[in-house]
């Protein structure tokens, strides 16, 4: 199965601030690679998939990038309500895995 | 609006079976597929497999055959994973999640508000 890392595990960002979160395959995904945000208690939202597309309602300070077996998500300004964990996910090969997740936390 | 929603807490006795339910709403729901994934406290998302709406036809993933089954009753657009011989690290919360596309990708899209099962003595 393909293994997904995600890198920092945690990610310390003040509001207003841009946060870069990686997500690296073991072996190509092509594009299909996806974000879900999860805040604690609630269940995981979807972002981002085909690498790159912003689910319906995302704003655009979410934006992903990559192709292959490297991966970016970029908040481009945090929010109070950006702080959360993010998973990415590929959706290449059977089975679906997610990466283990970063925390946003507030700086 | 798309809509899952799940059934509600349980707790259960080691040995015992749940079953959990996700219906939806706001959509067709013989179009998409269901997934099930698996968050254990603390812990991060697992996925468990998927079900064809249209046919029914389950997909495990390694680690969820055997006691685990998904099923469906497509007249009140519900979906349903029942665990059988419950073990305390069956203790999680439950999510099911639409397929992405028509009839096409089945990567989790939107989420249930997720079921929390817990197997304890």
């Known amino acids: 199965e393909i293994v997904m890392t995600q890198s920092p595990a945690t990610l310390s960002v003040s509001p207003g601030e841009r946060a870069t979160l990686s997500c690296r395959a073991s072996?190509?995904?092509?594009?299909?690679l996806a974000w879900h945000q999860q805040k604690p208690g609630q269940a995981p939202r979807l972002l981002i998939y085909?690498?790159?597309t912003r689910a319906t309602g995302i704003p655009a300070r979410f934006s992903g990038s990559g192709s292959g077996t490297e991966f970016t998500l970029t908040i481009s300004s945090l929010q109070s309500e950006d702080f959360a964990v993010y998973y990415c996910?590929?959706?290449?090969?059977?089975?679906?895995?997610f990466g283990g997740g970063t925390k946003v936390e507030i700086k | 609006q798309v809509q899952l929603v799940q059934s509600g807490s349980e707790l259960k006795k080691p040995g015992a079976s749940v079953k959990v339910s996700c219906k939806a709403s706001?959509?067709?729901?013989?179009?998409?597929?269901m997934n099930w994934v698996r968050q254990a406290p603390g812990q991060g998302l697992e996925w468990m497999g998927w079900?064809?709406?249209?046919?029914?036809?389950?997909t495990y993933a390694q680690g969820f055959t055997g006691r685990f089954v998904f099923s469906l009753d497509t007249s009140v657009s519900t979906a349903f994973l029942q665990i059988s011989s419950l073990k305390a690290e069956d203790t999680a919360v439950y999510f099911c999640?639409?397929?992405?596309?028509?009839?096409?990708?089945?990567?989790?899209?939107?989420w249930g508000q997720g079921t929390l099962v817990t197997v304890s003595s």
């Open positions: 706001g959509y067709t729901f013989t179009s998409y597929a």
């Open positions: 996910q590929q959706y290449n090969n059977w089975p679906l895995t």
């Open positions: 072996q190509s995904v092509s594009s299909n």
């Open positions: 999640a639409r397929g992405l596309t028509v009839f096409g990708v089945v990567t989790p899209g939107s």
């Open positions: 085909g690498a790159s």
């Open positions: 079900i064809n709406t249209n046919t029914g036809n389950p």
